[in-house]
């Protein structure tokens, strides 16, 4: 039996990561050549776009520090007023508000302009100017010569780790401007502190540059923190625009696929019955003609043309009902008419139906049936089709002499099974996919002088998956070929549980109608004295 049929496997593209390897490799590439563009037009060798978003967080992390710096300011201009002269103090500490206030409305001006790549290294020049000049002007109060005792040492020491450890933290996003802000007082109170010439002193200046050098490399890996939250960040939304992307273009394709769908199943009905009424026509006069209703043909072979003519009529009718069968499973649309279905007697009919072709071609069936066999809840019209197409291949593709099986039976499982098996021409193996595909024909079907349409085996095939079966065929070159569909245990009546007789009456609103009654006690009925 080689009839063609439906076929999942026989274009599998390989699983794994095949598929998309050349995706992600040209991901890889375009993501080396734009970090190397942007390396080329950035001024920190980072990507143009975190250039303006570190300055952004620049600007805002001074903006909101500026009461503290404020406060700083005033303290050390309090505290040195004690020491020097109050109106050097109260000089320096104005001159100093004065730039923080500069810095203050620049980076509000900043935040207030659009993005843009000149605009950025401009600001970026223009804040590293500006925190050059704030680390000078603290280190012209921290040098000034208030006494060289241990005290005045160890508070000008105090005050340098202060300045430097909020101006790192306040520029941690721009280093180069965290560095103007910090060496330039580092420097000048190692260098006032060497000169001096006392062992303490060679300490303290050893611990003002120790700590500059902490200080730089803390603010080091905050500004690398910071890039790599900004680098992620931009990958996620990366990989947020491809998943969008991705999803509009499937959308598109599901939409296209839906419509395509819609047009076939309309052509497929338009066709069916555009093709129907002529054929009813031509079946209805062709049978008038074969039968001579109206008298003998005059010509002794018209009859044979006549029958001819009736015969391709109900092949080609059969093809359409079949075609349009394929298409309701495909498209979702076929519905079950699911009742108690002896499946047994469902095979014997089709037998009988058949007997007179496989006689004909001197074929004998041989049925091996389990008596006692309950009814199974199913499509008896969907059961019947998979039986005939099944047996109906056999009988085309056994040769003259040869036999077939029918066989149902209790699977392992507790369900029910039918076999059909034949002593044909076999299937080759490579050609069991291709018989298991819409329209698909094997070589000994294609060489038959009885060709089909390629629909019988899919069409079973699904008909079996919609009631929750398998679907098996097996096959040997000049050997022959079994097919075997099962039917699981849950739609055996047996294997539903009784009625009890003490159940507690129904209320109103979950009253059963009296037709649903009927069905209910005829499917109960059919089940009871089945073998458990």
């Not at 734009?34 to 967080?57: I, K, N, V, W, Y």
């Not at 009736?310 to 394929?326: K, P, R």
Request: proline share 5%; with cysteine.
């Amino acid at each position: 039996m080689s009839n063609p049929a439906e076929k999942p496997e026989v274009v599998q593209l390989p699983a794994g990561p095949q598929p998309t390897a050349p995706v992600n490799n040209r991901r890889v590439a375009a993501q080396r050549v734009r970090e190397a563009r942007d390396r080329l037009t950035s001024t920190s060798g980072t990507r143009p776009a975190f250039d303006a978003e570190l300055l952004r967080q620049y600007a805002q992390t001074r903006l909101s520090a500026s009461y503290v710096v404020m406060l700083l300011v005033v303290a050390t201009g309090v505290l040195f007023g004690l020491w020097m002269q109050p109106l050097i103090a109260g000089a320096w500490t104005v001159g100093m508000l004065c730039i923080h206030a500069a810095i203050i409305r620049s980076c509000a001006r900043f935040l207030g302009e659009p993005a843009s790549l000149p605009a950025t290294k401009k600001w970026r020049t223009r804040f590293v100017l500006l925190d050059l000049l704030y680390g000078l002007c603290w280190t012209a109060i921290l040098i000034h010569p208030a006494g060289r005792d241990l005290a005045s040492n160890t508070l000008m020491m105090f005050l340098m780790l202060l300045v430097i450890a909020v101006s790192s933290m306040l520029a941690a996003s721009l280093p180069i401007a965290a560095l103007a802000a910090t060496v330039p007082v580092t420097v000048a109170i190692a260098v006032d502190l060497a000169l001096n010439g006392t062992f303490d002193n060679y300490v303290m200046a050893l611990l003002a540059l120790a700590a500059e050098g902490y200080f730089a490399l803390l603010a080091h890996r905050l500004h690398s923190t910071t890039l790599a939250t900004l680098e992620a960040r931009a990958e996620k939304d990366a990989l947020i625009g491809e998943l969008e992307q991705a999803k509009a273009i499937s959308d598109e394709a599901r939409h296209r696929a839906e419509s395509a769908n819609v047009a076939k199943s309309r052509f497929l009905a338009q066709m069916s019955h555009e093709l129907r009424t002529p054929l009813n026509a031509i079946l209805g006069f062709s049978e008038v003609m074969k039968s001579e209703i109206f008298g003998a043909h005059a010509v002794a072979v018209y009859k044979e043309y006549s029958a001819d003519i009736h015969n391709s009529g109900v092949h080609l009718l059969n093809l359409i009902n079949e075609i349009l069968d394929l298409s309701r499973i495909e498209a979702g649309r076929y519905e079950l008419n699911e009742e108690a279905v002896a499946l047994v007697h469902v095979v014997a009919d089709c037998h009988h139906l058949l007997k007179l072709r496989a006689s004909s071609r001197g074929i004998t069936i041989h049925e091996v049936f389990e008596q006692g066999m309950p009814r199974i809840w199913g499509d008896e019209r969907a059961v019947r089709q998979v039986v005939l197409n099944l047996l109906s291949n056999s009988i085309k593709f056994t040769p003259q002499g040869g036999e077939i099986w029918l066989k149902v039976g209790w699977t392992a499982s507790g369900g029910q099974y039918l076999s059909v098996k034949d002593t044909g021409s076999g299937i080759a193996e490579d050609e069991i996919p291709i018989v298991l595909a819409s329209f698909g024909q094997g070589s000994n079907s294609i060489k038959s002088a009885e060709q089909g349409a390629g629909l019988g085996l899919p069409i079973a095939k699904s008909l079996i998956d919609m009631h929750g079966g398998t679907f098996t065929l097996k096959s040997k070159l000049r050997i022959g070929t079994e097919v075997i569909v099962t039917f699981p245990p849950e739609r055996v009546m047996s294997a539903l549980a009784p009625m009890s007789e003490e159940a507690p009456p129904l209320q109103p609103e979950t009253t059963e109608t009296d037709d649903r009654k009927r069905v209910r006690r005829s499917i109960m009925g059919a089940g009871t004295g089945l073998r458990e």
